[in-house]
Structures are given as structure tokens and as C-alpha cells.
């Protein structure tokens, strides 16, 4: 009974050891769900125009170093070698007999990626997937945005989250992308209350 | 990347709860057409039965089990979601 007990604690004591080996070292796959690094990634639109045509383009530029400030801990962090960061472009139109917006098939698009900076990755009815490439320590991603639609519409990139590095897939990072510098045209949606200021990655036109 | 754990989203439960329609925020975080707001915990347990192990069974439980309550509302949560 004793030689079974002692095999017993022997046993607990391994496996104890061997988790906390495993946990430190290489970490266990439940401590990759946590996200480490907060980051915001600032894109831009040009021209400051709230009203297009058909066929007239709108033109969406990320250009940020990968020596970024962590909003975590107010620290600059490198983070080159980000394997998977990119953004999905989603698409509304507001409905004036719904008085709502509705999202909007992305084929009522066309999206072109200039200088290989980016990747159209995939494409739903909701959305458009896209990653961002990474040359001499910057992200960089150049799209025009051309609409074959006339309407009232909006366009957001959604934040990228359990973003991991190459080198070290476990450590992961959000980043959320904001519009900087440029206009978003929030008074063109109907349900901007007047004297706000809200900052997103969302960005509002119309197509006529 | 894999999920080890098969975790279900969190906001998935969420967003099948609140009642607020995320299209409409400002500024528009996430794109979602959520018309849903009337499930609740306990109908999240009652539908995890032992025989549900992926989330479009999960879905079909949870509907048959609440007379498809805005079911139009909760086929496009969980299509939004890859379900």
C-alpha cells in the first residue's frame, strides 16, 4: 500500500514538474489565447472628398513603422515578422426605406492593390480580407477603393486581433486601426450626433 | 491558426443577447447586422446538450429548443461569426 502510495506522489510530482517546464518554456496552447501587445495602426483616405462618382476612387494608405508603441505598457516595441496582421474591409449602405444600414456585397467594389503593398487574401458577402506586407521596417498597405454603385455607404476596417510574429507564435497583439489626418465624413451618417467626435476605422461617402 | 481548445466566441453569446445593433454605433467598430436580443444563459446551457459538438448543431438546438426565435436575426449571427 505504501509502494502504491509513494508511486502515486512520485507520478503527481513529474506531471507537476513537466507542466510548469512546459508552461514556462514553451507555453501551454491556453496561455496563447491571451493578447499581449495593444496597438493602433493609422490609416489614411484621400482625396477629402464625401461625394464621388461611379468609377472614381478612393484611395486607403497604411504606412507605419514596425517600431510601434505598445498601448499596454507605453513602451516602443518591435514588432517585425508579423505573420498575420491585415484587416477585413467591410462594406454598408444605408437603406432610406429602412432608415438602417445593411451591409453591402463587396462585388459592388472593385479593389486594386498598388505597389504589392497588401494582399487580398478573401472575399465573403460581408466582407473583404486583406494582409498587409512588411518592407524595410514598416507595414504598409496601398488600396484604391473604386464603388460601381451609387449610394450612401460606409467602409471599415475592422481591427486586427491575435496578431503573432514568425519567431514567436504564442505572444499575440491587437491592433486597432484608426483613421489619422483625414476626414471620415462622420456627418454623413444619420446617426452622427452633431458636436461628437467619434475616431474609429470607419469612414462614410457618397457615390452619385 | 488552429484553436487546440475549440473555444466558442464570446461575443457570439453576446451579441445574441444584447440589444444593441452593431451597424448603427459610432464610430462602427463591427460590422454586423445584430437584430437579436431575447436569448439568455440558461438557453445557451439548455442547448449544449452532450450530442452538440460544433456550432451549426449548436445553433440548430438552440433554435429548436426556442420556437426559432429571430431565427433570420441568429442564422446571421452565427454566419457572421463562420458558422
Not at chain 1, 483625414?182 to 452619385?208: A, C, E, M, S, W
Amino acid at each position: 500500500m505504501e509502494i502504491k502510495n509513494r508511486s502515486i506522489v512520485i507520478a503527481a510530482a513529474i506531471l507537476t514538474a513537466f507542466l510548469f517546464i512546459k508552461a514556462n518554456c514553451t507555453k501551454l496552447p491556453f496561455d496563447c489565447a491571451k493578447t499581449v501587445y495593444s496597438f493602433q495602426l493609422p490609416v489614411k483616405a484621400f482625396p477629402d472628398k464625401d461625394t464621388i462618382n461611379i468609377g472614381d476612387t478612393i484611395w486607403l494608405e497604411i504606412n507605419e513603422r514596425t517600431l510601434i508603441r505598445d498601448g499596454v505598457s507605453g513602451e516602443m516595441t518591435d514588432y517585425s515578422g508579423a505573420e498575420n496582421l491585415g484587416t477585413v474591409i467591410a462594406l454598408g449602405r444605408y437603406n432610406d426605406s429602412m432608415k438602417s444600414w445593411v451591409n453591402e456585397n463587396p462585388q459592388n467594389f472593385k479593389f486594386v492593390i498598388l505597389n504589392s503593398h497588401g494582399k487580398l487574401v478573401n472575399q465573403t458577402d460581408i466582407g473583404t480580407e486583406f494582409t498587409f506586407s512588411e518592407q524595410e521596417n514598416s507595414f504598409l498597405f496601398s488600396l484604391a477603393v473604386i464603388p460601381l454603385k451609387k449610394g450612401l455607404f460606409s467602409l471599415l476596417l475592422v481591427d486586427a486581433r491575435n496578431v503573432f510574429r514568425a519567431s514567436d507564435k504564442c505572444t499575440k497583439a491587437s491592433f486597432s486601426i484608426i483613421f489619422e489626418n483625414t476626414n471620415q465624413h462622420y456627418p454623413l451618417n444619420p446617426f452622427y450626433i452633431p458636436g461628437t467626435n467619434p475616431r474609429g476605422g470607419d469612414y462614410y461617402f457618397y457615390v452619385k | 491558426m488552429v484553436d487546440p481548445i475549440w473555444w466558442i466566441l464570446q461575443r457570439l453569446f453576446y451579441d445574441l443577447m444584447d440589444d444593441r445593433n452593431d451597424l448603427l454605433a459610432l464610430p462602427l467598430r463591427v460590422p454586423l447586422n445584430d437584430l437579436v436580443d431575447v436569448y439568455t444563459n440558461q438557453q445557451f446551457f439548455n442547448a449544449l446538450d452532450a450530442d452538440i459538438n460544433n456550432l451549426p448543431a449548436f445553433r440548430v438546438r438552440l433554435l429548436n429548443e426556442n420556437a426559432n426565435n429571430q431565427a433570420a436575426g441568429v442564422n446571421t449571427i452565427f454566419t457572421f461569426y463562420g458558422n
